[in-house]
């Protein structure tokens, strides 16, 4: 039985679990998938028991995700150019990196009717997830980009980062400060808002806010948010209310996992399986509270 999972700090909140071993039994292939957690000082030591022969791989989660693009002997094109991974591979002892969240990022807002090129687009952070989104924004050809975060040195450093890469695309890529006049102007000038921060995440004690005000949102606005559960974020709600059109993380979630499991086992993921067994875990969670 071949070993798969998910790392994180904290992870309880996770329904990888749920839906990819959904799809492994589906397809009856002969693996555990479950959710490790993992403090940032034991992180070397468990990537150093992944290469044993019998793991498949794992994702990856926050806090994990710049530092196990480090720890991995191989890095995808996207995770050297991010610095973020979200998917490791383990082949003959040896790991490799990859970032499914971009094309998980994609895949959500193209299967839900919407397209990237010419838009102006204000990301929210400045973490791992947040740079495979940027990518993802550029490889799209976003118009402009602005990164908003609370730390101006990780912002001007992931822009940095990223610049070689954006110096071939018709791009605009900004940063700027976690002010309320900062985040109101931005989204006034924008048509596509996406949160990459835990903010609104169950289980953490920001669960009850949004990044922004629904003062700040309008109808004409599209709003993503990459935080899952609930599906239905403070951020997504107040977007509901002034009639702007939303797109829950639950979406990039799926298609993330799905990228990963075809990584893992060069099979074509059952993703409608995959969606009906995460909304079912999102629904039963929500009925326990």
């Given at each position: 039985?071949?070993?798969?999972g998910?790392?994180?700090?904290?992870?309880?909140?996770?329904?990888?679990?749920?839906?990819?071993?959904?799809?492994?039994?589906?397809?009856?292939?002969?693996?555990?998938?479950?959710?490790?957690?993992?403090?940032?000082?034991?992180?070397?030591?468990?990537?150093?028991?992944?290469?044993?022969?019998?793991?498949?791989?794992?994702?990856?989660?926050?806090p994990?995700?710049?530092?196990?693009?480090?720890?991995?002997?191989?890095?995808?094109?996207?995770?050297?150019?991010?610095g973020?991974?979200?998917?490791?591979?383990?082949?003959?002892?040896?790991?490799?990196?990859?970032?499914?969240?971009?094309?998980?990022?994609?895949?959500?807002?193209?299967?839900?009717?919407?397209?990237?090129?010419?838009?102006?687009?204000?990301?929210?952070?400045?973490?791992?997830?947040?740079?495979?989104?940027?990518?993802?924004?550029?490889?799209?050809?976003?118009?402009?980009?602005?990164?908003?975060?609370?730390?101006?040195?990780?912002?001007?450093?992931?822009?940095?980062?990223?610049?070689?890469?954006?110096e071939?695309?018709?791009?605009?890529?900004?940063?700027?400060?976690?002010?309320?006049?900062?985040?109101?102007?931005?989204?006034?000038?924008?048509?596509?808002l996406?949160?990459?921060?835990?903010?609104?995440?169950?289980?953490?004690?920001?669960?009850?806010?949004?990044?922004?005000?629904?003062?700040?949102?309008?109808?004409?606005?599209?709003?993503?948010?990459?935080?899952?559960?609930?599906?239905?974020?403070?951020?997504?709600?107040?977007?509901?209310?002034?009639g702007?059109?939303?797109?829950?993380?639950i979406e990039?979630?799926?298609?993330?996992?799905?990228?990963?499991?075809?990584?893992?086992?060069?099979?074509?993921?059952?993703?409608?399986?995959?969606?009906?067994?995460?909304?079912?875990?999102?629904?039963?969670?929500?009925?326990?509270?």
């Amino acid at each position: 039985m071949k070993q798969v999972g998910v790392i994180g700090y904290p992870i309880k909140h996770s329904i990888s679990p749920v839906f990819q071993q959904a799809a492994f039994d589906a397809l009856g292939i002969e693996a555990i998938y479950k959710a490790y957690e993992v403090p940032p000082e034991d992180l070397r030591s468990f990537f150093f028991n992944l290469r044993n022969g019998n793991w498949l791989g794992v994702n990856v989660t926050i806090p994990h995700k710049s530092a196990a693009a480090k720890l991995a002997d191989e890095r995808s094109q996207e995770v050297s150019f991010t610095g973020a991974a979200n998917t490791i591979i383990s082949m003959n002892g040896r790991l490799k990196a990859h970032n499914t969240d971009i094309s998980g990022f994609i895949l959500a807002l193209e299967e839900n009717g919407f397209q990237i090129k010419s838009k102006r687009a204000v990301v929210l952070g400045s973490g791992g997830t947040t740079r495979a989104v940027v990518y993802a924004l550029a490889i799209c050809e976003a118009q402009s980009i602005a990164v908003i975060g609370r730390s101006q040195d990780k912002v001007h450093s992931l822009i940095s980062e990223l610049k070689p890469f954006f110096e071939h695309k018709q791009v605009t890529v900004t940063g700027h400060s976690w002010e309320k006049d900062s985040i109101r102007r931005q989204i006034q000038n924008s048509d596509i808002l996406i949160n990459t921060t835990p903010i609104g995440m169950k289980g953490t004690d920001q669960e009850h806010l949004s990044p922004v005000s629904k003062e700040d949102l309008s109808s004409d606005l599209i709003v993503f948010d990459v935080v899952y559960n609930p599906i239905m974020t403070p951020l997504l709600t107040y977007a509901k209310d002034v009639g702007a059109s939303t797109i829950s993380g639950i979406e990039m979630l799926i298609y993330q996992g799905a990228e990963s499991f075809r990584l893992w086992t060069g099979q074509e993921p059952p993703v409608d399986i995959m969606r009906k067994a995460a909304i079912k875990a999102m629904e039963e969670k929500s009925r326990d509270v």
